[in-house]
C-alpha cells in the first residue's frame, strides 16, 4: 500500500525496550478501588448507587447524561464506601466526584446482557450496545467511542483506520495488546466496519512493531476488507488527522473532521473493548496500561481495573528503585505529572512513568536563536517561536492569527528545541486565554440578544416580568442561533 | 515525590544544545583553522588567540553591564563563535589590535547593542569584518603567500612577534589574492585571459594554496567541516546548497555570455570567502530565515549579491557586504516564506471538500 508523506514531526527516543517484552499481567485486587465520574470528555456520569450499597462486578454505577458522557459500571464486586471529591489523576491535584469501592474479594459477575446478533443488528443498535458499556477512546483522548460510531449515519465513509501507531515513547499497552488478543481486536474491527457500514479498514502500526505488524498480519489474512499498514515511526504518527494524511494522502480540513473525507480513526485498544462490549456483553472496567521508567523496579503492562490506585501497581512492580524525578501519566510527549500516587487508573490511562534524572529533559533555557528546528518539525505547519515570542508579550491575537488554535500540543518544537525553551507551555498559556475570551464573547452576544428583546418587549408594551418559563425557551433559542 | 511545578511537556527532549552546537560548530572549522595556523605561522596563531580571547572579555563585560548571569550565557560558547569566524576571516598577517578592535565591534556593538545572543539583527562577525575592511583598507587587505613553517620564506618566532605588534617590516611576499588581480586587472582594461594566464588552478584554490584570509584558504577542509554539521544536524543544507548552486550558475551564465569579462564558476566558488561563507556564516541561525524556503531564497539571493558586488561594486569580495543585505532582508523573508498550516491552504484559510465526491 502507497504511503503519503506529512511534513514535520520528530524521530523521538522510543525507549520502549523497557516493557515491550513485558507480557499483560493481572495484577491482584487492590484493597480499595477509586473510581472517578469522568473519565472521559463531555457531561460527568452521575451516580446510579448509594453509600454502603452492594454492587456486582460489571453493574453500573453511575448514569451516562446527555450524547456526549459515559457510564461507569463496577470493575469488581464490593461495597460502596464513599462517593466524594477524590484527587483527579490531572495536574491540577483538584478533586473530582469520584466513587470509592471496597472489593469483596468475589469478584461475582452480574447478569451480562446477551450478545448481539450481528446478523441482525444495525449500525445503531451497536452504537448503542458500546455507549452502554461505556466505552471511550482508550488512546488517551476518552472521547465516548459510541458518538465515533454514529458519524456513519451523518458521513458517507469508505475506510477506518486502526490507530496502532503508539508513537509516545515509552508506551507497549497497544503493542501488547496487538501481540496478545489480535483475533479479539480484528473481531471488533469487524464489528465497528459494521456500525460505520465502511467494506475496508486498516491497521496502521508504526515501523518499530515487527512483532505486531506480523501477528496482525496473519490474523486477518483471510479477511479481504481489512490490512495492516507500516506507518514510519515519526512523531506524532499517532495524531488521528496526520495518521489519515500519511495512510491515505487525505488532509482533512483545520477546521473540520475526518468523517468528512469519509475515513475514522479509533484506537486499537478501543476496537479491543468494543468487541468486548458487543460480542461479550462485558462493560469497560479494565485496560491494559504501561507502568515503566527507570525509577520504576520492575516496569510492567498491566491489565488493571479502572479505579486502581497507581500505589498499588508500583507495588506490584517491586516498588521505586530511586526517587523518580518526573512521574507522568500518559506518555512523557503528552502526558501530565501525577499530583500524588493515590490517583486511579482511568479508561484514558496509556501509561504511568516514573522517570529518573537522566530520563527528564535539560531544563537549562536558552534564549532562541532563531534556528528554525522548530518550524521544520512542527506536524501543523507552524511558526512555533514566532507564536512563544508572541505569547511572551501576552499578544494573544497575535498568536492567534498565525494559527495557534491549529497547535495540536504534541511537543515535537519543545523537543527539538536546542535553547530549550518550554514552547507547549506557553502555547497551553494562549489557548486558555483564547478559550475564555471566545466565553466571554459568547456572552456578550447573549447579553447583547437578551437586552435587544428586553427592549422590545418594553415597546410592544408587553410582559415587563425578568423571567418567564416561555421567555426562557426564547432565549435558549437565541443563545443556539 | 519530587515533582516540580506543573510545566507543561513534552519531559523528554532531544539532545540538543546551544552549547553543543556552538562546540560541533567550533569542531567543524578546526581542521581549516589548523590549515590556515600551518600556512601563514606563528602571525596567524596569535592574532588567532588574541580575537578569541579579547572577545571573550567583552563577552563578559557585556553580561556585567546587564546584569545577566554571567556563568550562564558567558560558557554558551556564542561569543568564541563570533570571534573565531572573526579571526579566519581577517588577513593572516593582520597586527592584534585589528583583532581586538573586531571583537569590540562584534560582541558589544553587533551582538550585546541588540540584546545579546539571538537578537542581533545581524551577523557579528561581518559587521566587524566589514567596520575593519571601511576603516582600515589597508591592513586588511594586506595578504601574503603561504608559507609553511619550514618554509624559508616563513617568518621565526620573534619576527611572528613583531608582524603581531605591527611595528616590524618583515619582508614577505605580498600576495594580491586572485579576486583582487582579476577586479585590479579589469578595471586597468587587460582582458581576462591574459589575467588568469598561469594563475587558473582550480587544484590550489580548492587545497588552500592560495593567498587570502587565515582560513577561507582550504576550500576541502571547509566543505568536510560543512558536511559535518549538516550530518550532525547543526544545521540544514538549504542554505549551502543553495547559495553555492545559485552562485555557479550566475557565474555560468555571464561566463557564456562574455568570457572575457566574466570568470567561471570555479573562479567565484573556491576562491574569497565563498566557501566558509557558505557553510558557517550564512548559515548562523539567529541571522538566516528559519523556514527551509526562506533558506533557500536566502541561499539564491546571497549569491546574487555576491556576484554582483565581486563583479560590479568596489570590492573584488563582496561576501561581507551580502551577508549583511540578506540579514536585513531575512525578517521580510521569513515574513513571507512561511510554511502551509495542515489543514490549510496557503492562504490560511481551512482546506475545502468541495473537490472530493
Known sequence: MPLFRFRGGAKVAGRKDLTSDRGIVTPPLPPVLHIPLQQHVGNPAVPAVRVGEHVVKGQLIADAKGTISAPVHAPTSGHVTRIGAHTAPHPSGLPVMTLSL????????????????????????????????????????????????????????DLLILNGAECEPYLTCDDRLMRERPEQLIAGIRIMMQALAVERAVIAVEDNKHISFTILREACAGDPGIDTVYVPARYPMGSSKHLVKAVTGREAPATGLTAEMGVIVHNVATAFAVYEAVA????????????????????????????????????????????????????????????????????????????EGTEVADKNVMPCIGCGSCVTVCPSGLLPLEMAKMLQHEDIDGADRIGLRDCISCGSCNYVCPSHIPLVQFFNYGKGRLRNQDQEKKQHERIKILTEQRRQRLEDGTATAPSTPGMNERNDGASER | MSNTPPMSGPYMRKNKSVQRSMLLVMLALSPATAFGFLAYGWPAILLFMVTLGSALVFEVLCLLVAGRTVRHFATDGSALVTAWLLAVSLPPWAPWWIGVLGSAVAIVIAKHAYGGLGQNVFNPAMVARVVLLISFPLEMTYFVRPAPPWDAAAPGFIESLGIFFGNAVFDATSSATVLNSIRTGLDQGTQLHALLDGHYAPLDWILGLHGGSMAEGS???????????????????????????????????????????????????????????????????????????????????????????????????????????????????????????????????????????
Open chain 2, 219 to 357: 576550500d576541502i577542509l571547509l566543505l568536510l567541516g560543512g558536511v559535518f554539521l549538516i550530518a550532525n544536524r547543526v544545521m540544514r543544507w538549504h542554505i549551502p546548497v543553495s547559495f553555492l548552486a545559485a552562485l555557479a550558475v550566475i557565474a555560468t551564465l555571464f561566463n557564456l555570455y562574455d568570457d572575457t569579462r566574466h570568470p567561471d564558476a570555479l573562479v567565484h566558488l573556491f576562491n574569497g570567502t565563498t566557501m566558509l561563507a557558505a557553510f558557517f556564516i550564512a548559515t548562523d541561525p539567529v541571522t538566516s530565515p528559519m523556514s527551509p524556503k526562506g533558506q533557500i531564497w536566502f541561499g539564491i539571493g546571497l549569491a546574487a549579491l555576491v556576484y554582483a558586488i565581486r563583479t560590479w561594486a568596489a570590492y573584488p569580495e563582496g561576501m561581507s557586504f551580502a551577508i549583511l543585505l540578506m540579514n536585513a532582508l531575512t525578517p521580510l523573508i521569513d515574513r513571507h516564506m512561511k510554511p502551509r498550516i495542515f489543514g490549510r491552504n496557503t492562504r490560511g484559510e481551512s482546506l475545502n471538500l468541495v473537490d472530493r465526491q
Open chain 1, 102 to 157: 471496597e472489593p469483596d474479594g468475589k469478584e461475582t459477575w452480574i447478569r451480562l446482557p446477551e450478545p448481539l446478533d450481528l446478523q441482525v443488528a444495525t449500525g445503531a443498535q451497536i452504537a448503542q450496545r458500546v455507549a452502554e458499556a461505556g466505552v471511550v477512546g482508550m488512546g488517551g483522548a476518552a472521547f465516548p467511542a459510541a458518538v465515533k460510531l454514529n458519524q456513519g449515519q451523518r458521513y458517507r465513509l
Open chain 1, 280 to 355: 461479550l456483553g462485558k462493560p469497560l472496567i479494565s485496560r491494559i496500561v504501561t507502568v515503566s521508567g527507570k525509577a520504576l523496579r520492575r516496569p510492567e503492562n498491566y491489565d488493571a481495573l479502572i479505579g486502581t490506585p497507581v500505589s498499588w501497581l508500583v507495588q506490584q512492580s517491586g516498588g521505586l528503585a530511586s526517587e523518580p524525578r518526573q512521574v507522568l501519566m500518559g506518555g512523557p510527549m503528552m502526558g501530565e505529572p501525577l499530583p500524588n500516587l493515590d490517583v486511579p487508573i482511568t479508561k484514558g490511562t496509556t501509561g504511568v512513568l516514573f522517570l
